[in-house]
């Protein structure tokens, strides 16, 4: 029989290969190893589906070598980790009861139903029992079973038993269950001693999976923590472990190697070391106050973002944090997110809810007089404090907050103006966040799904704009399709930060559903009532959201225009702190946040004060300094120029901030 191999695009030679030839045996072929480049082969694409390397082929199939150092060898390598790592603690913990254990981005997880919570001290102990299980190059083999058989071979795992009964349902799509119960045919993955052939461990599970266990060539257990059974409170909470597993060492001690460093760069924790902001506990999980510190870089940024907004012709409204039910009834948010707000409370017979969300009060700008094409578009802006009552165990920082503010702006157009209109909106958005030192993007485009609202036509010319206006700002792009709102479909924007990392920042989004829920017109140029177009827009998501990523990109080293304190005097000693006095004074004189150091500390211990504040420069004076009417320049890298002129120095300090330079 013949089959194909692809190992490119194009035209692909056939060949022969014997009845009952399996992937594994057909890609041992020294030229096909060759022409992988001697990477290692985990899986294969039989005809499109992945399969693993015993699978038998048939005349006439397409095979594709699955890489282990791609997206998808990882996969496939991390859910052979997940089942090395409940074998090692159900070999340690025998009456632990298991969940599920998918891939994950960098790494794998595994639930378990066990009488404690695990310790530390408990993971060094299942992955020590990992390591035994990969060096005995267990085998990985898939066997398929009816729903009876794998009942009653799966008896004691009551968690198995409910996900047997979900095959074929919506609930088994989520993630993690559709690794085991995915597709129609149910397969349980055998765990077996490589020379004797014992069944060691089994799961349900549709795989693939790696040869053997010998193929797993780096992991590490991280941590631990609780989860309940498919996300759902209303269910048991169980112990999740978390690991990582790589193709090399190499790639794991690099890997390893980011976590630290995004440890050190954690906002939560610059937060504290700059004294920038905090979440006192008497306030409320989720609820920042910000220190004077983070106050001044929160409002540089905000009067920066405000002078874009007005050069790009937005008008700046203010509307109040609580509103009457009846808004958020007529919006659609008490039908949608009710789980997501604040509770009520009742005011003189009324119920009133802090707002999760601006875009209503600005509809009802929008709405109080009659408007006329001559007026659109239409731009509002507001920096809008909003509330969502996030579960305590999403909420982090100020990347996940409860009380946040948006820079959030609704633009009303005509259906004539909507695809120039979401263009120059993109990028306005880009090139605001190149100004914030953020450079490196990309964006999904999410279209309709199954279920929307409103007319196909109006989705179809929403899409094609929102897609225009990507491929003329030249950002790359994935579509997502069906990902879309059930009222809109819309670009999220994704920027990389100094690391690697990417965050998901701005939204554009073409509202089908709010010009009709709240029956918003215009007057055309023929005199008829038409329908304005809406879209939503958040630039940075939320500032404390921004703030947290900025803080993380930077590692607390804000550039010159963003530090809170720019310049700092040093004396060398306490006699030359009024000269110093005088130099700042200058700097104050031309706008910028200066301070002299005047504590008791020595002049070393005030430099490495500084160092440890992250302030972009430091002005020294001593006796031949003051004589010069000059400061010894020291930057915040440690270089240094001695008896730099005051005015030469002021000078490059002022240009510097003025023209954002990122340093």
Same mark, same amino acid.
């Given at each position: ?105 960098? !790494? ?6 066990? $009488?404690?919570?695990? #310790?530390?001290?408990? +993971?060094?102990?299942? %992955? =020590? @029992? ?112 978390? !690991? ?6 190499? $790639?794991?001690?690099? #890997?390893?190697?980011? +976590?630290?460093?995004? %440890? =050190? @760069? ?398």
């Amino acid at each position: 029989m013949s089959v194909v191999v692809r190992l490119s695009a194009g035209p692909q030679p056939e060949r022969s290969v014997a009845a009952g030839t399996t992937a594994g045996q057909l890609l041992a072929d020294p030229e096909l190893a060759q022409a992988v480049g001697g990477t290692p082969v985990v899986a294969v694409r039989v005809n499109g589906g992945a399969r693993d390397l015993a699978h038998v082929l048939g005349d006439g199939d397409v095979v594709e070598p699955i890489l282990i150092d791609s997206a998808e060898g990882r996969a496939i390598m991390r859910h052979s980790c997940a089942h090395v790592l409940a074998q090692a603690v159900q070999d340690l913990f025998p009456d632990a009861k298991l969940g599920i254990g998918p891939p994950i981005e960098n !790494g794998f997880y595994y639930d378990f139903d066990v $009488a404690q919570p695990f #310790h530390p001290e408990d +993971l060094e102990r299942i %992955e =020590k @029992r990992m390591r035994e299980i990969v060096k005995a190059g267990q085998r990985f083999v898939r066997r398929a079973v009816s729903d009876d058989a794998a009942k009653a071979e799966l008896a004691g795992e009551p968690y198995k038993l409910e996900l047997i009964d979900l095959k074929g349902s919506a609930a088994a799509d989520t993630e993690g269950a559709s690794a085991e119960v995915g597709g129609d045919e149910l397969t349980i993955y055998d765990n077996v001693d490589a020379g004797s052939g014992e069944l060691r461990w089994k799961d349900l599970c549709r795989g693939p999976h790696l040869p053997t266990t010998r193929n797993i060539l780096a992991f590490k257990l991280m941590r631990s923590a609780a989860a309940y059974w498919r996300g759902s409170e209303a269910n048991p909470q169980l112990q999740r472990i978390y !690991g990582t597993g790589w193709e090399s060492k190499d $790639a794991l001690r690099a #890997h390893l190697d980011h +976590l630290a460093e995004a %440890e =050190k @760069r954690d906002h939560r924790r610059l937060g504290t070391e700059l004294d920038l902001f905090s979440f006192p506990e008497e306030i409320g999980s989720g609820l920042a106050v910000w220190h004077p510190r983070g106050g001044v870089i929160r409002r540089v940024m905000e009067e920066y973002s405000r002078q874009r907004h007005e050069q790009a012709g937005y008008e700046f409204v203010y509307t109040p944090h609580i509103t009457k039910e009846g808004l958020f009834q007529t919006s659609g948010h008490l039908a949608w997110y009710a789980e997501g707000m604040y509770p009520p409370m009742e005011m003189e017979g009324a119920r009133y809810y802090p707002k999760p969300m601006n875009c209503p009060m600005h509809i009802l700008i929008y709405r109080s007089r009659g408007r006329s094409y001559r007026e659109l578009p239409l731009r509002l802006f507001e920096f809008g404090t909003v509330y969502r009552f996030e579960k305590s165990g999403v909420v982090h920082g100020l990347t996940r907050a409860r009380g946040f503010t948006q820079d959030d702006s609704h633009i009303f157009c005509t259906p004539d103006q909507l695809q120039d209109e979401l263009a120059s909106l993109l990028q306005f958005v880009l090139d605001l966040l190149g100004d914030y030192g953020l450079t490196e993007f990309t964006a999904e485009l999410s279209t309709r799904p199954d279920k929307f609202v409103g007319d196909v036509a109006d989705w179809d010319k929403a899409e094609a704009a929102l897609e225009a206006a990507l491929k003329k700002a030249g950002v790359e792009y994935v579509i997502a399709e069906g990902e879309g709102a059930f009222y809109a479909p819309k670009i999220d924007v994704h920027v990389k930060d100094a690391i690697g990392r990417k965050w998901q920042l701005s939204t554009l989004q073409v509202d089908l559903q709010m010009p009709d829920r709240f029956g918003l017109d215009f007057q055309a140029a023929d005199g008829t009532r038409q329908k304005p177009y809406m879209l939503h827009r958040a630039l940075f998501g939320s500032e404390e959201r921004f703030f947290g990523i900025l803080l993380e990109h930077y590692a607390g080293a804000f550039p010159p225009w963003l530090a809170p304190v720019q310049a700092v005097g040093i004396p060398i000693a306490d006699t030359h702190v009024p000269y110093l006095d005088q130099v700042v004074s200058r700097l104050r004189a031309a706008g910028i946040r200066a301070e002299v150091d005047s504590s008791d500390d020595r002049m070393q211990k005030k430099i490495r004060n500084a160092q440890k504040q992250k302030v972009p420069y430091m002005l020294l004076a001593g006796d031949d300094d003051v004589a010069k009417g000059a400061v010894s320049f020291r930057y915040r890298n440690g270089e240094q120029r001695n008896a730099v002129p005051v005015d030469e120095a002021v000078a490059e300090i002022v240009k510097a901030v003025a023209d954002r330079i990122q340093v």
